[in-house]
């Protein structure tokens, strides 16, 4: 298809988290960012939450995988079609579909995310652009992570002139590295990218096992809690921490730190997992090209209480909800998708060296038509 100028496009992200579907609306050209439209959120429920777990870590020939496909695609399909039609000045010219990863293993070059783009396609009646990963990692690229060249678009958005580090806390944690004076996020030392460790997973699948809630609402719980620094500091030995970026996990990379804190009471369980997670953070600043300015924190994490002053006090750096900024930390990864698939269809790279580790600038992404 064939864009030339701004268009309203609409991206969708379901995160590892498993919390729900975001959707947002975003007008773009696929460099400058336009304008922020509507946005949208479809929160799993407890059986489709649980269809999806069910085929975490398998690949598409596993036994979950289908009805896992089909909680995926209805639930997306139920959302995404009435914000088609939210706003009739922000109808969309293309959909960003991201999928649920259900397994993600860089070190053989592989990656899956569950759900049929081809089908929505149909369903929506719109082009839908899918299959962002795999292009990146045929190109020994890490597939992951994909928001930089939208962080960077922020960045410029947000008329910032000093290095900042957009920092996403999901299911797993990842950080973006903008050095704004540069002209375009390819460009070599434009942005560096990488997963930093744990985040929202762990906690949340400790919640929900011992309290059977599906997170620890403001960090009350760790707040109330003493991290064990044995674990802490053994959780830092791993050979993950010592990588150079870029670099990328899966969800359940760290699973075995739920059997570390399995003799924790709750609360010390929680601040354990949550030390880990700014831990980590803290760890990857050593990484930054420049010392930035401050941290931006988007995604469902930026609601923890505990974990953003665990951040404050282990970087030393400021660090801000970036919706104080006037952005929206929980749709920045929809926003993200959509910003993407418009490069896509304009056949603009969607990564490079410095995000993934890809060889060049790769364009990812298939687009499938109605």
């Known amino acids: 298809?064939?864009?030339?100028?701004?268009?309203?496009?609409?991206?969708?992200?379901?995160?590892?988290?498993?919390?729900?579907?975001?959707?947002?609306?975003?007008?773009?050209?696929?460099?400058?960012?336009?304008?922020?439209?509507?946005?949208?959120?479809?929160?799993?429920?407890?059986?489709?939450?649980?269809?999806?777990?069910?085929?975490?870590?398998?690949?598409?020939?596993?036994?979950?995988?289908?009805?896992?496909?089909?909680?995926?695609?209805?639930?997306?399909?139920?959302?995404?079609?009435?914000?088609?039609?939210?706003?009739?000045?922000?109808?969309?010219?293309?959909?960003?579909?991201?999928?649920?990863?259900?397994?993600?293993?860089?070190?053989?070059?592989?990656?899956?995310?569950?759900?049929?783009?081809?089908?929505?396609?149909?369903?929506?009646?719109?082009?839908?652009?899918?299959?962002?990963?795999?292009?990146?990692?045929?190109?020994?690229?890490?597939?992951a992570p994909l928001a930089p060249f939208f962080h960077f678009a922020c960045a410029k958005y947000l008329s910032f002139s000093q290095p900042v580090v957009f920092l996403n806390l999901g299911g797993v944690g990842n950080v973006t590295y903008v050095d704004p004076s540069h002209d375009k996020p390819a460009a070599k030392g434009a942005v560096l990218a990488f997963d930093t460790g744990p985040a929202n997973a762990p906690i949340n699948d400790l919640m929900q096992t011992r309290r059977s809630k599906p997170y620890d609402r403001d960090g009350a719980l760790a707040a109330k809690g003493k991290a064990d620094v044995q674990i802490v500091e053994k959780f830092l030995t791993q050979t993950y921490f010592h990588k150079m970026p870029p670099k990328s996990l899966d969800r359940d990379t760290f699973a075995q730190l739920s059997d570390a804190v399995a003799n924790l009471s709750d609360a010390d369980a929680a601040a354990t997992l949550s030390e880990c997670c700014a831990a980590s953070v803290a760890r990857a600043m050593e990484h930054m090209p420049k010392p930035p300015a401050r941290i931006l924190v988007c995604g469902g994490g930026r609601r923890n209480r505990h974990i953003m002053a665990r951040l404050r006090a282990l970087t030393g750096l400021e660090v801000d909800d970036i919706d104080d900024h006037g952005l929206d930390g929980d749709m920045l990864e929809a926003q993200a998708f959509a910003y993407l698939a418009v490069r896509v269809a304009r056949g603009l790279p969607t990564s490079c060296p410095g995000t993934t580790g890809v060889a060049a600038n790769v364009g990812g992404g298939t687009v499938s038509h109605p």
């Open 1 to 143: 298809m064939k864009i030339t100028g701004p268009v309203w496009a609409l991206g969708a992200m379901s995160g590892t988290s498993l919390d729900g579907v975001d959707a947002a609306l975003l007008r773009t050209d696929g460099h400058t960012i336009t304008a922020f439209g509507e946005s949208a959120y479809r929160a799993y429920t407890a059986q489709e939450r649980a269809s999806i777990a069910a085929a975490l870590g398998q690949w598409p020939d596993g036994p979950q995988v289908a009805a896992a496909a089909e909680t995926v695609e209805t639930v997306h399909a139920t959302l995404l079609s009435r914000m088609m039609t939210a706003d009739p000045d922000q109808t969309p010219t293309l959909v960003g579909f991201h999928g649920q990863t259900l397994a993600h293993d860089p070190a053989n070059h592989r990656t899956h995310q569950t759900g049929d783009g081809a089908l929505l396609a149909e369903f929506l009646q719109c082009p839908v652009v899918c299959d962002f990963r795999s292009a990146d990692m045929q190109l020994g690229g890490q597939g």
